[in-house]
């Protein structure tokens, strides 16, 4: 089978367990979520972090693109650090694509129209069909509750951001205006029960985020992710037509399954 996963924290931190279903990794590590002594709840974090939730949930499209680097963690124990480019686009209530280029030269892609959701494996010439209907988020909630497995930078796609970040929060710190490719970006520090995390978000009235730093310190080898996000593009024009999938001709299909 192939992977798949990209969400950052699932909507809960159990769930960044979601097993690669497509490999457009942003994360991929099994956590285990033990309990921890909540810290000091800075207020300033919590309010920029509501305010890029509210500016994020109100757009109707929404795409973007992210260089990320993340630790691929071998069974030796040796952490290789592998990266990829993925480009984003969602239109709500139903509409999703998303496309990524790992260092390997792999190529996947993923279609939901609101009725089928694809996934296309250019490099292994398959691909894979999940009939569904419904909203984008009841998409990325049967992929991990039924396949465990999640859409590329899964948490940013949700109607209510804030909630899928604030659910596992037990400590928040406010570090300041710091410098993110020559743009003025918040600085959040979170711990969470299974990963501590930064954020680094826009600083003007497009409070988009601009950086991630995760490290999974429930994991012996406390490996790192790291995501670079730009090409920002919020209620910008998208035609049905990208969110219906493109299979190559002579792509062998694959059953859609949860990975053994």
Known sequence: MIGMNIGMFGRQVARITATPL??????GFAVEAK?????????KALQVLQGMSDYLTTAKTISFRAHTFFDEVQKSGIKIKVARKVRVLIKRPNQLRAVSISDDRAVRSAWF?????????????????????????ALLDELIEKYEAQLPLADLLY?????????SIISAQYLGVRLVKGVNSHHLS?????????????????????????????RPE???????????????????????????????????????
């Open 35 to 43: 309990s921890q002594d909540a810290g000091p709840m800075d207020e």
């Open 22 to 27: 497509f490999a457009i990794t942003i994360v």
């Open 159 to 167: 109607s209510n951001v804030g909630q899928t970040f604030k659910e």
């Open 222 to 260: 406390k490996p790192e992710f790291l995501a670079a996000l730009d090409k920002w593009s919020i209620n910008g024009t998208a035609d049905d037509s990208q969110f219906s999938a493109s299979v190559p001709d002579g792509a062998k299909r694959i059953k859609f399954e949860k990975q053994k």
């Open 113 to 137: 129209d609101g009725s089928k959701f694809t996934v296309s494996l250019a490099h292994a010439n398959q691909y894979m069909e999940l009939d569904f209907k419904g909203n984008t988020d």
């Open 190 to 218: 979170f711990e969470s029960t299974g990963a501590d995390w930064q954020i680094w978000i826009q600083a003007d009235a497009s409070p988009v985020p601009r950086r991630f730093a995760i490290t999974y310190v429930n």
